[in-house]
């Protein structure tokens, strides 16, 4: 899942105002943002597999620290508790720990059984979206434009910035997303590790997009 993650830390800010979107990506992509550092670091393996489903030619084999349900959930857990060690908001905190737990749930929809549970061998899961192309597209994009419409109803922008640099980064996100399904297969996991990390500039992005915004309700910006 892609926009799918987007579209949960969309909708957060509905709950929680004054957390930045930035705050918000990170969270909910944060086990999407590690993974390929442990690739580079060969502590987790993928293998580029054409066919292992119909949506996606990679074969997930080996990435329990990021991936699993134990790690997700301790993850979710560390970031929460970070959050609200430098901000102070019991609400921030449970949201953006929400919003990392949240990614191992869509993962489970989409991936084939492949998601660990823990560190160790054992059982893995996964509903199986990604056998079905349309299916898949269809649940992801009915995602991303409720988690559009409900950060929309959230906030307001205050210049053109928060207004056309709103647009462009969801017009962009989506881009990605159809070009992911109808371009070639990564060349090879080194590669693929790269262009994985480059998902930190959407992060850098929403920070500075969502400073030209302001909660609905409340006027004076807010938090990152």
Known sequence: MFVGHYAAALAA????PRTSLGTLFLAAQFVDLLWPLLLILGVEHVRIDPG???FT??????YPFSHSLVGALVWSALFGLLYYGFRRSARGAAVVALCVASHWVL???THRPDLPLAFGEGMRFGAGLWNSIPATIAVETLLFIAGLALYLNATRHRDKTGLVGFWALAIVLYGIYIGNIVGPPPPDTG???VVGNASW???LWAYWVDRHREPVRAA???AP
């Open 13 to 16: 800010k509905k709950v929680s």
């Open 52 to 54: 292992n489903t119909a």
């Open 57 to 62: 030619p990679l074969d997930f084999y080996d």
């Open 107 to 109: 993962d489970f929809l």
């Open 191 to 193: 590669a693929l590790a």
């Open 201 to 203: 500039l959407f992060v």
């Open 220 to 222: 004076g910006g807010t």
